[in-house]
């Protein structure tokens, strides 16, 4: 490690920690969960950034700054100060929102940005490929770079409860008639993560120093995620795993549902077609997640990146979650009707 990199080595005012971290989407579905798990460390100053005439509530903690993201100096003035920025953005927000937001960072000095990538295994060059609502992560990063800012992205695979509370078309499990399909024969295992254990990492990231104070340090900083992903995750389970974690949480037997199995590529296909004959932008966005979804329980497909290329877990002290724990919040979200709710939202444009 060259000595520029050592926090000795720094000039006169340098603070080796992260104290202000600003976040885009506080009130959004990830980035609520990381705001509050941010505010829980105590070891932050954190500012939500809003929508000038946003109605949405910031997570209790955070100061609120209303901003218009197509006015450039209203942004940089509300990154005035902040050390690392995080960015959470919808669906449906406009394509160059995100670019616009990095080059208002650099304008206001933020050195370090977490952008809004929750990724699969960059490593995978055929799962990135195929998989229709997969981000680009170059494109992201080199856009950061250019402006003159570092980077840290979570390779997250996709989120547990979320995904299992859907619906069929993300996990096969339509809970309305009890009907579960299976990807081929349902033992494929994949990471997942769920938004608590996607929070606790951010927040143990933002909590480390900054760098290592001298060459003798061997402490994990922020440094060593520079410009690199982050990589973790809460299980590595198969479709039947999440089925006997939902049937013990329930009561559920075998014969109280209906299962079918159909093949990954089939059901992929499927999706695909489904995405490129959509009549509406909403039919072409399911049609994508069919198949964005089906192509992580390829068989082989890389969507266990635990095994291939190990996990930041234990870097950052993250715990072992039970898997029973996050199917019951699954559970509360599909009895509270979480999958309706999120689509009249979209629909309406909220």
Known sequence: ????????????????????????????????????????????????????????????????????????????????????????LSATAPPDTHAKIVQAAAKAGVTHIMPNIFGIDDTNEALNRENPLNADVKGITGAIEAAGCSWTYLICSLWYEYSLAMGPIWFGFDFANKKLTLYDDGTTKVNLTTWDQCGRAVAALASLKVLPDDENDKIPTLADWKNKPLVVSSFLVSQLDMFESWKRVTGDKDADWTIEKVPSKERYDQGIAAMKNALDPMSARMGAAMASFVRLFFPNGGGDYETSRGLDNGRLGLPKEDLDEATARAKDMVDNEYAAKLFAKVASGA
């Open 1 to 88: 490690m060259a000595p520029t990199q050592y926090a000795k080595d720094q000039p006169t005012g340098f603070t080796n920690r992260i104290e202000r971290v600003a976040i885009v989407g506080a009130s959004g579905q990830i980035g609520a969960s990381l705001a509050q798990a941010l505010v829980s460390t105590g070891k932050h100053t954190v500012t939500a950034l809003t929508r000038q005439g946003s109605k949405n509530k910031v997570p209790p903690g955070l100061k609120p700054v209303a901003m218009d993201y197509n006015d450039e100096e209203s942004v940089v003035s509300a990154l005035q100060g902040q050390q690392l920025l995080i960015i959470t």
